[in-house]
């Protein structure tokens, strides 16, 4: 699995793991297991999931015993029925008793990700529209819940600050209007300029001004619909704003490029994957 070049896996495992061991380590199963137990584990999920982070989770086990056997049986972008075995480990019983919160954490949320960002896909099939995810990531995770929504099927809008400029309110309340803000991106040798309007007297003075997509936001379908014919195709064009799996079916039928949604990483809920143990 490549999350994105940008992805650090073994600093993330390392972090994760830090995190939940503390200074003390597992004293519960250094308490409890003998050393020398040793442990089979069945990872299963237990809703219908999108699969999604399999080879993440597999990394904290293969950090705590590098010996381990672990078998990963589906592949991420998987659909997956309740009763789905994802994964099987053997190996030390302490080992994977550690490291289980932190594989399960990764591999539930991304899967969660994953799961929901399919559904949103799956409504606008056949509309010619393209889902995006959006920077409401959890700090820290960007990479990875952009890697999740790319598994259920939509596009990874910005990554970040830095790889295209995206034009706001704020931004033009600065400039003094929606053409200078521009002016000054393009001026500044940006080649990307996504402009954000909310009102469709904004559209031709940000196209005048050399924009290169127009975020229509929190606009009403019918006014979408007007907006995208007013635009006519002389820039991509992506609806954002008040998107829900209610609502983006009509928002997609507008005709617009592409629609953001900030759910796909801010609301997913986790999917319910368990580990089963059993001493070997």
Partial sequence: ?????????????????????GNAGDITSAAVIPADARFVA??????????????VAAAFFRRLDPAAAI???????????PGTRLMTIEGSARALL????SALNTVQHLSGIATLTAHYVARIAGTGAVLLD??????????????????????????GLWDAAMIKDNHVAVAGSVGEAVRRALAAGIAEVIVEVDRVDQIEPALAAGATRLL??????????????LVGGRVPTEA????????????????VDFISVGRLT???????????????
Avoid: C, W
């Fill in 42 to 55: 069945a990872m299963n999920t237990r809703d219908a999931i999108t699969v999604a982070g399999l080879a």
């Fill in 98 to 101: 550690t490291a289980e919160r």
């Fill in 216 to 229: 229509l936001d929190n606009m009403l379908p019918a006014v979408l619909r007007g907006a995208v014919t």
């Fill in 134 to 159: 959006t920077r409401k990531t959890l700090p820290g995770l960007r990479h990875l819940e952009k890697y999740a929504t790319r598994t259920g099927g939509a596009q990874n809008h910005r990554m």
């Fill in 1 to 21: 699995m490549t999350a994105s070049p940008g992805f650090d896996q073994d600093a993330f495992v390392t972090a994760t793991l830090a995190e939940d061991l």
């Fill in 266 to 280: 801010q609301s997913a809920p986790a999917a319910d994957i368990g580990l089963d143990f059993a001493l070997i």
């Fill in 240 to 255: 954002s704003g008040g998107v829900n799996l209610d609502t983006i079916r009509a928002i997609a039928e507008t005709g």
């Fill in 71 to 81: 078998d990963i049986l589906v592949s991420d972008g998987t659909r997956a029925a």
